[in-house]
């Protein structure tokens, strides 16, 4: 890579990570491209070269939560402790993101629910969309695999399937609860923190070894 095409990427990576700031703290749907322009100190011209839709920048400010997600938990998973303990450290780094009393991670991510068929119509984004995944994934069956290994989790179950089903799900639970309304007489019964604990305790309970 050449030292221009080096400074568009440096260049597009910046617009991301500005969008990705102000989708957050702000709403998705509350800022425009404009807005996203100023911030960068770039022209709204040059946004609409490396993205000619707000659609994509979601989608590009996305895979950019999502690779840090996964970077994160793979730090977990390269600890020297039994998969067993990364597999409640993996769920406990889910739990502590719903914390946040302004709710931004998951809000953004409901809102992205809008957006996620649009990448199909640029296969730049649409790629990147699925790489980021594929990276996670690789993460999850690492620590699957270390599991095998270590005996520290059950041998009788597909622990392939086990760790990605049980991720993703754990994730999607996370901030759709959060995100969820009760009225007064269930919402100190049905707090997120009680219910992801209970979560978090059913997926331990069926991979701890019997």
Do not use: C, W
Not at 128 to 151: C, H, M, N, P
Not at 153 to 168: H, I, P
Not at 194 to 200: D, G, S, Y
Request: proline share 2%; aromatic share 10%; glycine share 4%.
């Amino acid at each position: 890579m050449n030292k221009r095409e080096q400074q568009k990427q440096q260049r597009r990576q910046h617009i991301i990570q500005i969008a990705k700031d102000l989708f957050l703290e702000q709403g998705v749907q509350h800022i425009q491209m404009q807005d996203i322009a100023d911030t960068a100190g770039v022209g709204i011209a040059t946004l609409f070269r490396y993205f000619p839709k707000k659609e994509y920048l979601v989608i590009a400010a996305t895979n950019a939560i999502t690779d840090e997600m996964a970077s994160a938990i793979g730090e977990i998973v390269e600890q020297t402790i039994p998969a067993y303990e990364k597999t409640e450290k993996i769920l406990d780094y889910y739990i502590e993101g719903m914390k946040d009393p302004q709710l931004r991670l998951a809000k953004f991510f409901e809102s992205f629910d809008l957006y996620e068929k649009i990448a199909e119509e640029a296969p730049d984004h649409h790629a990147e969309y699925f790489l980021v995944r594929s990276k996670l994934a690789g993460i999850l069956l690492t620590l699957a695999e270390q599991g095998k290994q270590d005996g520290s989790l059950r041998k009788d179950v597909e622990l392939d399937v086990f760790m990605l089903t049980m991720v993703q799900n754990f994730a999607i639970f996370s901030f759709k609860s959060s995100l969820t309304a009760h009225g007064s007489d269930l919402s100190a019964l049905l707090s997120v923190d009680k219910q992801l604990v209970l979560m978090k305790d059913v997926f331990l309970s069926y991979i701890r070894p019997l």
